[in-house]
């Protein structure tokens, strides 16, 4: 199956963070999935980095990037059709930050 993540999972799943559920961790770890990350997570931490919002995570932007290549996830490009559609990704009722471009939707890449 393929997953888009967003940037909250992909930062607690490279800093192996306790908070990241073991279902979440299950379906990262499985390499039978094909895990993606937006580019517009990239520029969130890039954002949040320069904001201090990061205070612990002290991994440079590119070295967060090669390290989600390293372990084979995919940094999905943001092309026209993504910016087009971005109104049919749902809303979910427990995520708390509704500005972030990226959210945790499962199967969002078909």
């Known amino acids: ?3 888009l993540i967003d940037t909250q999972i992909a930062i607690w799943a490279k800093e192996n963070n306790a908070r990241l559920k073991p279902s979440i961790r ?9 895990i993606y990350v937006s580019a517009f997570s990239i520029q969130e931490i ?9 205070p612990h995570f002290v991994v440079s932007v590119e070295n967060f990037a090669q390290t ?14 993504h910016l087009f559609n971005y109104h049919r990704i749902p809303f979910y009722d427990d995520h708390r930050d ?8 499962v199967s969002f890449c078909q």
């Open 98 to 105: 509704w500005a972030s471009p990226t959210r945790l939707t």
């Open 46 to 54: 890039a954002i949040k980095h320069q904001l201090a919002k990061l």
């Open 1 to 3: 199956m393929r997953y």
């Open 68 to 81: 989600l290549l390293d372990d084979d996830f995919s940094i999905l490009a943001i092309s026209n059709a």
């Open 26 to 34: 299950a379906i990262l770890e499985d390499l039978e999935n094909d």
